[in-house]
């Protein structure tokens, strides 16, 4: 974690994979970040793993997730519950289950 970059109580950063949280990013509390997998293709279900990178001045809301290989753009907002498997670009808001564009942060 990064200078001013915080998880709030009870988040869960389960790192089989790299977890980046950059500055200024908030964790809200009970939110999981997931870095690992499996290959549901192979009978073996073989585990895989993916880093997140949560971006700077980003937030995070409460009991969101966030899916292995998933990137959060700078200043992005994911709301609270919401299920995120796709990168958000810098400045989104997403939303839901599965997490969706709803709308952009001011840049300014």
């Known amino acids: 974690m990064q200078h001013r970059a915080c998880l709030g109580e009870c988040a869960n950063a389960y790192s089989l994979g790299k977890?980046?949280?950059?500055q200024g990013a908030t964790v809200a509390?009970?939110?999981?970040?997931c870095?690992?997998?499996?290959?549901f293709t192979d009978p073996s279900l073989q585990l895989i793993t993916k880093p997140i990178t949560?971006?700077?001045n980003s937030f995070i809301g409460?009991?969101?997730m966030i899916l292995p290989g998933v990137i959060i753009g700078d200043q992005a907002i994911v709301g609270a519950m919401s299920v995120v498997s796709r990168d958000v670009p810098?400045?989104?808001i997403v939303?839901?289950?599965?997490?969706?564009?709803?709308?952009k942060?001011?840049?300014s």
């Open 54 to 56: 949560i971006g700077k």
């Open 62 to 64: 409460t009991r969101a």
């Open 19 to 22: 977890i980046e949280v950059l």
């Open 105 to 107: 942060r001011p840049t």
């Open 35 to 39: 870095t690992g997998t499996h290959d």
């Open 29 to 33: 509390q009970e939110a999981y970040l």
């Open 95 to 103: 939303a839901g289950n599965p997490a969706k564009n709803i709308g």
């Open 90 to 92: 810098d400045h989104q």
